[in-house]
């Protein structure tokens, strides 16, 4: 047994001072004020440290500075590291069916041998997206038409792994693609991403399990209308359904995300609605005029901007810093709400029976330790 003390929790809602935490068999069995520590307990004090769900990042390519396909085991390590205790290695359009494959491959094989204690499945993002969208107009190797002979061998591979899909619902065809995955994967949620789609068109994959707006404001769309009247787009789509949560990609010069939106989208979505993800990618392009001092973004060699050098933490920080968002509010956008979108039911929250999955961090979201199953592996 092992046993948390000195801890501040960090509930959805609210704090709980001076607590503790028993955990047994990698499992929380008991948290709160004056608990009994029993004799046999290993003790480990939190120092008056915030104590979290462990982070659940569903959304980053890289752990701030690799490929997860070029080395994911080195990925897993890092992001325990950063305080993700549950990780959704994203898969992007930009490969290739082979390269889909390869990599699904690769990854797969060290999880199954248990290298990657964190791994929780995949986000696929694409491949079937709006090249217009910040998907590489020229090069994107699924630009033309969605046909069965390319998906299939790819969602027979992940079909008890994949558990989110992004797409643009605007792209022909697409509908028969969001049939077959569902038949295949009845609980796969979808999301809108890259895409200029209509509201309509949104909402008609809504009952499908489209529930996630891929990073919110970015590549979203244009505002078509009349001169000088705003129109509508991604955006307003998700903004409007209270039912589809926002992913943000909290950078630290609001870049991503304006920081004016992002307080914004604490009042439209709520605090039930935002999920912060770290969409780490690894492109090293030049910055973009303006952007010279935005150290964790990356840039790629269009003249875009393209994903983060972030772990999930970082986002927090920044989140925190753009917003005035507590310690509290990190921790439910980045382990309780994507936890919840995604359908994981032990994880994302200190509770009895859930997994023993912790994360402990300064004022800063600073991450001090982390706990996995019950074990500190940082
Ligand atoms: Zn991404």
């Known amino acids: 047994m092992l046993a948390i003390i000195n801890a501040t929790l960090c509930m959805p809602d609210h704090f709980i001072p001076n607590a503790s ?19 046999c307990a290993e003790v480990f004090d939190a120092q008056g440290l915030y104590v979290g769900p462990g982070l659940v990042d569903i ?16 990925c897993s390590k890092r992001l325990l590291d950063h305080g993700v205790t549950t990780v959704l290695p994203t898969l992007y359009y930009s490969l290739n069916k082979e390269q889909f494959l390869e990599a699904i491959d690769k990854i797969d094989s060290f999880a199954e041998k248990g290298e990657m204690p964190n791994f929780a499945g995949y986000y696929m993002e694409g491949p079937y997206l709006n090249p217009n969208f910040g998907c590489d107009r020229e090069n994107n190797p699924w630009k033309g038409p969605i046909k069965k002979e390319d998906y299939e061998e790819i969602l027979n591979k992940v079909s008890k792994t994949a558990k989110v899909w992004a797409l643009s619902p605007e792209r022909e065809g697409n509908m028969d693609f969001v049939r077959d995955v569902k038949a295949k994967i009845p609980n796969i949620v979808f999301t809108v991403a890259h895409s200029e789609a209509t509201p309509d068109q949104i909402e008609e994959l809504m009952p499908l399990g489209l529930k996630i707006g891929t990073h919110h404001t970015n590549a979203t769309g244009t505002l078509e209308s009349f001169p000088e009247c705003r129109g509508v787009c991604v955006d307003e789509a998700v903004n409007y359904n209270s039912d589809i949560y926002a992913e943000l990609i909290c950078d630290s010069m609001g870049i991503h995300v304006h920081p004016y939106n992002l307080r914004l989208l604490t009042k439209i979505k709520g605090k039930e609605k935002i999920i912060l993800i770290s969409d780490s990618c690894v492109y090293d392009g030049p910055p973009i005029p303006g952007c010279e001092e935005a150290f964790d973004i990356c840039f790629d060699w269009n003249g875009e901007i393209a994903g983060s050098k972030m772990t999930l933490d970082i986002s927090c920080r920044n989140m925190m ?3 005035g968002a507590s310690v509290c509010d990190v921790f439910r956008y980045a382990s309780t709400n994507p936890a919840k979108a995604v359908g994981f039911t032990d994880v994302g ?3 009895k029976g859930y997994l023993a999955n912790l994360t402990i961090v300064d004022q800063w979201f600073n991450v001090k330790n982390t706990i996995l199953k019950g074990e500190i592996v940082k």
């Open 21 to 39: 935490i028993l955990i047994e068999d990698g499992v929380i069995v008991d948290f709160g004020k004056k608990l009994e520590i029993p004799a």
């Open 59 to 74: 959304h980053t390519h890289a752990d701030g500075e690799t490929w997860f396909y070029d080395d994911p085991v080195k």
């Open 349 to 351: 929250q200190i509770k």
């Open 321 to 323: 810093v753009h917003t």
